[in-house]
């Protein structure tokens, strides 16, 4: 028995990595056996640490799987881009899936375009009425930032997730209301949230970008029409008379002008105009296209340069709009070379004679103010 408890006692010594001493008691034997008890207790505690570590990491790197897959996902989708845009169908897709990853209960997502506005509410466990006032909450505060409402900030909702969308401005706001588990909205929950705020703003910036883009070119297209209308509104060929050389030439400040010049004989008489209509583009070059109508017009029946003038202006102050008003200087050489001119609100005319220049300022005010 004594050789039995020797091999114990060394034993003991050993896994413990202790020294024997010669006289083994059973004293000593408990001693080292309650030793190795404790060691392997210690030892069982260790390994559930780990294995709780363990499990916390896996938990971690499962839940930061979610979140990137979810990232990913409603990447995808807000990537596809079309003309006329779906976003609205887009934002349908993408909250499903973030549902997933944030568990939210309701949903409110406010967002504005150049092409529309998009409401979209996932009601939840709550009434219409409820995410309606929480919608009207969440309008009034006018968010720069994200903001997290926890229980007791609020009698209206216990918690709440709200993300603004800025891109190249703000176009709106992401609201996530309640959980749908119990707990608040996480740290995780709102970097998930942010996110997929950036993306839709990216999404939003692109379709606002394109917009303008077409705009752009259908402005352009358009003053490209108006310029070749306005072009053929200036006289192709100018009247031949002995002894008198006409000449002139119009360059607009951009594609379409308000700048008009006519020479026109009749009765006898050569009649010519040069005008500036007030404004540039497109809607100049209208009110030009009107002011040499009318003109051509009463050429045919009026006497006097003074006379065409007067009806002219007439005329420009009933068609026209208040803010809109014309510079015109008139002038009409008969066939003793007598000329006239009626400068109406324009640029001084220059007479040059004999090595002498004359100047003819305006006489009147533009056709169209009285």
């Known amino acids: 028995m004594h050789d039995v408890l020797s091999k114990i006692y060394k034993k003991l010594c050993e896994i413990l990595a202790v020294e024997c001493d010669e006289d083994i008691s059973e004293e000593k034997l408990l001693k080292l056996l309650e030793t190795l008890e404790k060691e392997i207790v210690d030892y069982k505690n260790q390994l559930e640490e ?3 570590t363990l499990d916390a990491h896996l938990e971690e790197l499962s839940k930061a799987y979610e979140e990137l897959s979810t990232v990913f996902e409603v990447s995808n989708i807000l990537s596809v881009f079309e003309y006329p845009p779906k976003l609205r169908e887009q934002l349908s897709k993408a909250f499903k899936i973030v549902k997933n990853a944030i568990n939210y209960d309701s949903l409110i997502v406010k967002i504005r375009t150049p092409l529309e506005k998009i409401l979209l509410k996932v009601p939840g466990s709550l009434s219409g009425e409820e995410l309606e006032r929480i919608e009207k909450m969440i309008d009034s505060m006018k968010l720069k930032k994200t903001v997290i409402f926890e229980p007791g900030k609020s009698e209206m909702v216990e918690n709440l997730l709200i993300v603004p969308v800025i891109g190249s401005e703000k176009w709106g706001y992401i609201g996530f209301v309640e959980k749908s588990v119990k707990g608040i909205f996480t740290a995780a929950d709102k970097k998930i949230a942010e996110t997929v705020a950036r ?4 999404a939003v910036d692109r379709i606002n970008f394109v917009n303008k883009e077409i705009e752009r070119q259908r402005f352009l297209q358009q003053l490209e029409i108006a310029r070749k ?12 008379i002995k002894g ?7 360059y607009p400040a951009i594609h379409v ?8 004989e009749m009765g006898g008489k050569i009649y010519a105009v ?3 209509v007030s404004g540039k583009g497109i809607p100049a070059a209208l009110l030009m296209s009107t002011v040499r109508s009318t003109l051509r017009t009463l050429l045919e029946s009026v006497e006097s ?10 005329r420009i102050t009933e068609d026209f709009e208040e803010d809109r008003f014309v510079t015109m200087a008139f002038f009409s050489l008969d066939r003793n070379g007598e000329l006239r001119v009626v400068n109406a609100g324009h640029d001084p005319v220059y007479i040059v004679k004999d090595d002498r220049m004359e100047t003819v300022g305006s006489s009147g005010v533009p056709l169209g103010i009285l």
């Open 50 to 52: 780990y294995s709780m």
């Open 199 to 202: 993306q839709i703003a990216a």
């Open 229 to 240: 209308i306005q072009e053929s509104l200036f006289p192709r060929v100018m009247p031949e």
């Open 244 to 250: 008198i050389e006409i000449s002139a030439v119009s």
């Open 257 to 264: 002008g308000g700048d008009y010049y006519d020479v026109l």
């Open 274 to 276: 040069v005008a500036d």
């Open 305 to 314: 340069l003074s006379e065409l003038v007067s009806k002219l202006n007439k």
